[in-house]
């Protein structure tokens, strides 16, 4: 928790689990179970996350781990949502050494440090970080990106985005390679499900075991993943050119007729079109043996003309030095 005398004096009202990750909070109420704390609680809360999953923790369990009754534990925290900001909070210190002599080093040192966060506590990805973050930790964490971009040539305006693109990309990137609740049954049975009808790109891919547990991510695709964005961040920092603002489309957009309907036949024509390319392919593969077969009969025709020519020629001079002897 954050040491009370890093906060202002003055600070405004906060909810409970705010004021305690600030060290603002008051004290809870003295009675039995004095030693309980709610560091404890919420150490207990995050072992229960590590080892079983978010879904796991409830008041109960936390109560149980720490040996009280569940009513025990809204004096020190108000609720479970306030016990998951408190174990977010907390599970999201993280010290980046910053020994990086440029951006990229830096930026890349920093998002390795956060990445290491989220393998500790892999339920962290569940959840995602917001827009503004508003604890010590979380804020520490972007402070620390800052650190990592400073002196480059940007506003902090657009630092800050940058930093939430890269905070998604781990998060997501952290989900997207758990196969914790995959079942093996329909993993093996993704290669007769994803067919070349429905998932003609896919299913190639899928048949040759890109899903297979041994073919489990190696660093290579984080790390790709990260030098992507880099290269983007970079070639905007070379254009140095304010990028258009992109237009958010109303969420009822999904729900409307017309682009489902539009969308639709647009899949339908990708189908038609990936089926006549298809037999514009064989066409060309089987005009391609028709001509090499054509070809090659020539050149046996004139390769048995040239024998037939030869050995005429020969018959002539064998005929001529007869004579002449």
């Known amino acids: 928790?954050?040491?009370?005398?890093?906060?202002?004096?003055?600070?405004?009202?906060?909810?409970?689990?705010?004021?305690?990750?600030?060290?603002?909070?008051?004290?809870?109420?003295?009675?039995?179970?004095?030693?309980?704390?709610?560091?404890?609680?919420?150490?207990?809360?995050?072992?229960?996350?590590?080892?079983?999953?978010?879904?796991?923790?409830?008041?109960?369990?936390?109560?149980?781990?720490?040996?009280?009754?569940?009513?025990?534990?809204?004096?020190?925290?108000?609720?479970?949502?306030?016990?998951?900001?408190l174990m977010y909070d907390t599970a999201s210190e993280v010290t980046v050494p910053g020994a990086g002599s440029t951006w990229r080093e830096r930026l890349r040192e920093w998002a390795v440090f956060v990445r290491a966060t989220y393998d500790k506590h892999p339920w962290l990805a569940d959840l995602p970080p917001s827009s503004t973050p508003t604890t010590p930790n979380r804020l520490a964490m972007i402070e620390a990106g800052l650190a990592a971009l400073e002196g480059v040539p940007a506003p902090?305006?657009?630092?800050?985005?940058?930093?939430?693109?890269?905070?998604?990309?781990?998060?997501?990137?952290?989900?997207?390679?758990?196969?914790?609740?995959?079942?093996?049954?329909?993993?093996?049975?993704?290669?007769?499900?994803?067919?070349?009808?429905?998932?003609?790109?896919?299913?190639?891919?899928?048949?040759?075991?890109?899903?297979?547990?041994?073919?489990?991510?190696?660093?290579?695709?984080?790390?790709?993943?990260?030098?992507?964005?880099?290269d983007g961040i970079e070639r905007w920092l070379e254009r140095n050119e304010l990028d258009e603002p992109l237009e958010r489309m109303p969420s009822s957009i999904l729900d409307d007729k017309q682009v489902r309907d539009a969308a639709k036949l647009v899949d339908e024509a990708r189908g038609k079109l990936r089926a006549a390319e298809a037999k514009a392919a064989d066409a060309v593969a089987q005009a391609v043996d028709r001509l090499r077969a054509v070809e090659a009969k020539a050149e046996a025709v004139a390769e048995r003309d040239a024998a037939k020519a030869a050995l005429k020629a020969a018959k002539a001079e064998a005929k001529a030095a007869k004579r002449g002897d």
Request: hydrophobic share 40%; charged share 25%; glycine share 8%.
């Open 156 to 230: 902090d305006r657009m630092k800050l985005p940058t930093l939430r693109l890269l905070l998604g990309y781990i998060a997501l990137y952290s989900k997207a390679s758990s196969d914790a609740e995959v079942d093996d049954e329909v993993r093996r049975a993704l290669p007769e499900l994803v067919t070349d009808e429905r998932f003609p790109l896919l299913a190639p891919a899928v048949r040759a075991g890109v899903f297979d547990t041994d073919n489990a991510d190696d660093e290579r695709g984080f790390g790709f993943g990260l030098s992507r964005l880099f």
């Open 1 to 85: 928790m954050t040491n009370p005398t890093d906060h202002p004096e003055h600070v405004p009202d906060l909810p409970h689990a705010h004021a305690v990750t600030w060290g603002v909070a008051e004290l809870p109420h003295r009675g039995p179970k004095r030693e309980l704390t709610t560091e404890r609680i919420v150490e207990a809360a995050i072992e229960i996350a590590d080892a079983e999953g978010l879904e796991a923790v409830s008041m109960g369990k936390v109560a149980s781990a720490v040996g009280v009754a569940p009513m025990s534990l809204y004096r020190y925290v108000t609720g479970k949502d306030g016990l998951l900001l």
